[in-house]
């Protein structure tokens, strides 16, 4: 049974930072891409990036400016989205989703297969 859970969400300042974790099991971790997603209240699940298997990242949208950078580690079957320089338009729950392999090109929520249960960030002075 494929199971992703995601963890790191909290209340956070503007301009602060906080670092998501989503733990994978039931996957064989090393052969899936892993993307990272988030949706507000009254909006679209949007997509953030998703990193695939062999390591190379893919980001959904410019406009984060860099802000946000996803990473992998096979050995604890974990992917990590480091947020910095938060703004209170990043107020969302956050969550994670699995595929084979490779990235979706497309930040179609449907393109992947398995999906956490999501974490709350809330930025707010």
């Known amino acids: 049974q494929v199971q992703l859970v995601e963890s790191g969400g909290g209340l956070v300042q503007p301009g602060g930072s906080l670092r998501l974790s989503c733990l994978a099991s039931?996957?064989?971790?090393?052969?899936?891409?892993i993307g990272w997603f988030r949706q507000a209240p009254g909006k679209e699940r949007e997509g953030i990036s998703c990193?695939?298997?062999?390591?190379?990242?893919?980001d959904y949208a410019d406009s984060r400016q860099g802000r946000f950078i996803i990473s992998r580690d096979n050995a604890k079957n974990t992917v990590y989205l480091e947020m910095n320089s938060l703004k209170p338009e990043d107020t969302a729950v956050y969550y994670c989703?699995?595929?084979?392999?490779?990235?979706?090109?497309?930040?179609?929520?449907?393109?992947?297969?398995?999906w956490g249960r999501g974490t709350q960030v809330t930025v707010s002075s």
């Open positions: 989703a699995a595929r084979s392999r490779f990235c979706s090109i497309l930040a179609n929520p449907a393109n992947f297969d398995d």
């Open positions: 039931g996957i064989t971790f090393r052969d899936s891409a």
């Open positions: 990193i695939a298997a062999s390591g190379d990242s893919w």
